[in-house]
């Protein structure tokens, strides 16, 4: 439970560190050590802590994403015509019990009426689309970002839980969906398989020299379906013991059934296996005891699980409950406990942050958790190693938080008499002074653009997908770039690299091709979205949903820049105007304030927007009456929860404020609405009750 923000502020850069990891290991060297599921619940679990609290969202949140975006592969992408998203997970009883009753808070349901929820087990797998039309497989695809996937469709035929024509009347357009797996046993004799193919490739004149451990064998199911799903030669996935459980719908022309259990069995009679274990029930004791039980058979299960999902049975409360970023409101993922093993800290290293936040990991023995192998744990802060005492040598105890976090749960050896770790009170990378802020307990370099370490990171995340989103700038071309003094002023030098190009080509890994190939995707960018190059320059606590707000308000850069240093001037009127939008507090606007204040960051800022023209930021909103205003709802609404009504006014193209201002339009006033709407008055804004509201909403159909 996260009692203070230093708390909130050490898990969220524990889970950035986390899901960064995670994308490298996946997306960069193909060797996944954690599976869908669990990153969803990373990042999950960054969007609950973000939620709590807003004011410390990290410039490089993950909370906008759904997993990513497929990496280089030779397997074509393919847009997802309904998102597949993700789940929301829960960790304890209470959070289940807290579940339920925010469905019915965001639903405004009597005391009295009853809630069914369907429960399943979650199988551990490869999340996987599949497209049918008039009852014919057409399409299957692999989650990828959850707008754009991977195309598997060959693959996907040779797995024999698909069926490639659907057995029955079905609708013209269905999206099957759910997770392609391995079983236990299956995935144990394809390692020996390997390994047996591989010793015999050796020849019989390898005796010892012949190194098992060096033949490369899948570390677990899901990593050996992902794996075999994603082949381009399809004869290789039809070799693989792939197996396919539904557990949703994607896209439909039509639905045949209004419940999700009665769904489920319309899918499972077109040919489909679901999982054996959907029940529905009818109270949290209910889903809970189904929880236990499923855990309680869960080793002896043929394939692995990581938790229970419930669901709202009825669609038309689905419908209701909508989405949030990534995931239903209508849904729940219930994680299994963590898994816990004792090994050694070998050693502690500092790692320097884009922001230069100094994060101390722990260099552990190698130790298996959760069927994983765990050799890096991340240590928090200088406060956290001493909380615990930790030092090199001691023997600790960790645990996979969730099946998923590495974490130190307690030094074992704490009392034996050895100097205290020292925490450095300089950067090790550029040697500049070290220090934490007040209030806070993270140490960050002072150094600022003159530490590498932080120039590298600045410039990789301003070039990354989730900002500029340069192809072809990744981390090794910007490294070699720096070496070379080419981005020593920052970001506006990626957009002077013309210059360099007869110095580039010839170099090695160079050709006139591959420069050219870069120049153009920079040349691209010279019109960039406003709110991805205000997220791309790192400034604290603006992160990508963050920026994307600031931009729906202002619209321009110099706009809100104007407005951030009227604020840090004391402009109370600039100060309410920013602290007005949903999800910014007092400290984004101090880090706004901050960021123009400092000469250097002003110099890059300038320096940028003389590289650059991002075009006025504007949102595509749908054909209403409140379409591009900013509404604010006030007082009780009785037919609704404020919850719902607020995603209703973003449905029809508005932006919802948590205060009124001049730049109000329209007030929605419940019984008990007391200053807002006496401030309404007072500023000659629009007023209407729930009723209105429903009267719009009805008209925008």
Not at 651 to 663: D, I, M, N, P, Q
């Amino acid at each position: 439970m996260i009692e203070s923000e230093a708390e909130a502020a050490n898990e969220l850069m524990r889970l950035a560190k986390a899901i960064a990891r995670a994308d490298r290991l996946y997306h960069g060297e193909d060797a996944p050590e954690i599976s869908d599921a669990e990153y969803d619940a990373l990042v999950r679990r960054n969007a609950e802590l973000e939620a709590a609290f807003p004011h410390l969202i990290r410039p490089d949140s993950p909370t906008a994403r759904i997993g990513h975006a497929p990496a280089a592969s030779p397997l074509a992408r393919v847009a997802h015509r309904s998102r597949m998203m993700s789940l929301d997970n829960a960790f304890s009883d209470e959070e289940v019990a807290e579940f339920v009753a925010r469905v019915r808070r965001f639903l405004a349901l009597p005391a009295d009426e009853p809630v069914a929820f369907t429960a399943e087990d979650k199988i551990d797998g490869l999340s996987c689309s599949l497209r049918y039309e008039d009852g014919t497989l057409v399409l299957a695809a692999t989650r990828g970002d959850g707008s754009v996937g991977e195309n598997v469709t060959a693959n996907a035929r040779h797995i024999p839980d698909i069926p490639h024509q659907l057995t029955g009347p079905a609708p013209a357009i269905f999206e099957v969906r759910g997770e392609v797996y391995m079983e236990k046993q299956a995935f144990t004799a394809l390692n020996q398989r390997l390994l047996a193919e591989a010793q015999a490739a050796a020849g019989e004149g390898a005796g010892e020299r012949f190194d098992a451990a060096a033949v490369r064998q899948f570390a677990t199911p899901r990593n050996a379906a992902a794996g075999s799903l994603r082949q381009k030669d399809a004869a290789i996935t039809a070799a693989r013991p792939l197996r396919f459980f539904a557990h949703g719908w994607g896209e439909a022309s039509e639905l045949p059934a209004d419940s999700q259990r009665a769904m489920m069995e319309r899918i499972a009679g077109w040919g489909f296996r679901v999982s054996p274990d959907l029940v529905v029930v009818r109270s949290v004791a209910e889903m809970l005891a189904h929880y236990r039980a499923i855990g309680e058979r869960r080793a002896a299960l043929p394939y692995d699980i990581d938790g229970v999902v419930y669901k709202v049975d009825r669609l038309d409360w689905q419908g209701r409950l909508g989405f949030v970023a990534r995931a239903p409101r209508w849904a729940l993922a219930h994680k299994f406990p963590a898994e816990r093993a004792e090994t050694v800290l070998e050693s502690i290293a500092i790692q320097v942050g884009r922001t230069g936040k100094l994060t101390p990991v722990g260099r552990l023995a190698p130790v298996l958790v959760g069927g994983v192998t765990v050799t890096n744990v991340t240590l928090h802060n200088r406060d956290e190693i001493a909380r615990l005492g930790l030092r090199p040598g001691d023997r600790v105890l960790i645990q996979r938080a969730g099946d998923v976090i590495p974490q130190v749960v307690e030094n074992l050896t704490r009392d034996a008499i050895r100097p205290p770790y020292v925490f450095p009170d300089h950067c090790p990378e550029c040697g500049s002074e070290a220090v934490a802020e007040e209030g806070e307990v993270d140490v960050r370099c002072t150094g600022g653009l003159v530490c590498k370490a932080q120039q590298l990171e600045r410039l990789r995340h301003f070039a990354s997908r989730a900002a500029l989103d340069i192809e072809g700038l990744g981390d090794k071309t910007i490294a070699e770039l720096m070496a070379l003094g080419w981005l020593d002023n920052g970001p506006g030098d990626i957009f002077r690299l013309h210059r360099h190009r007869a110095e580039l080509i010839g170099r090695e890994g160079w050709q006139d091709k591959s420069v050219d190939n870069l120049l153009a995707s920079i040349e691209a960018k010279r019109r960039p979205d406003a709110a991805r190059l205000l997220f791309g320059l790192g400034i604290r606590h603006v992160g990508a949903v963050t920026a994307r707000d600031l931009m729906k308000r202002f619209h321009t850069l110099p706009a809100l820049r104007e407005t951030a240093e009227k604020a840090r001037a004391g402009d109370a009127e600039a100060a309410a105007e920013l602290i007005g939008i949903d999800g910014v507090g007092p400290v984004v606007v101090k880090a706004l304030g901050d960021f123009f204040h400092e000469a250097h960051n002003i110099a890059v800022w300038d320096d940028l927007l003389r590289e650059t023209d991002p075009p006025r930021f504007e949102v595509a909103t749908t054909d209403s009456a409140v379409a591009g205003k900013i509404v604010v709802f006030t007082g009780k609404l009785e037919t609704m929860s404020r919850e719902e009504a607020k995603a209703q006014a973003e449905r029809l193209g508005a932006r919802t404020a948590a205060a009124v201002s001049a730049k109000t339009d329209l007030v929605v006033a419940g019984p008990g609405a007391g200053s807002k709407l006496k401030k309404a008055a007072e500023l000659g804004i629009a007023v209407i009750d729930e009723a209105g509201w429903a009267q719009i909403v009805r008209t925008a159909g």
